[in-house]
């Protein structure tokens, strides 16, 4: 059983650049050309509701991160599911322009 990494209580902040790195590096191989895809809930990045995911583009995609906010912490999985890596004590995540953005939004009657 491999160990899961926690970061320095003291970290407040994670750029998305960062994600993609820990990921890219963790999946290995040739990971530069694959993006970063966020996927969010709609909501205002400041408030504690909801999450962020994110993935690296590709097929199949080689890690995932999901961040929720109301935990103040991000949590990075491989491939395959298994988590190698907590960051917490996540005050925001830093938006990076190279990653790229979609919203998922509630159907009407869901919460």
Request: glycine share 10%; proline share 4%; charged share 30%.
């Amino acid at each position: 059983m491999s160990e899961i990494y926690f970061s320095d209580p003291l970290e407040s902040d994670i750029a998305e650049k960062e994600i993609w790195e820990k990921l890219g590096k963790h999946a290995g191989g040739d990971w530069t050309s694959r993006n970063l895809i966020r996927i969010g809930s709609g909501r205002e990045r400041g408030e504690n509701r909801g999450v962020l995911f994110y993935f690296l583009s590709g097929s199949p995609p080689k890690g995932y991160a999901i961040f929720v906010p109301s935990l103040r912490l991000v949590s990075f999985y491989d491939a395959f599911g298994k988590r190698f890596r907590i960051v917490d004590e996540v005050a925001k995540i830093k938006e990076w322009e190279e990653t790229l953005i979609h919203h998922a939004e509630a159907l009407e009657g869901e919460g």
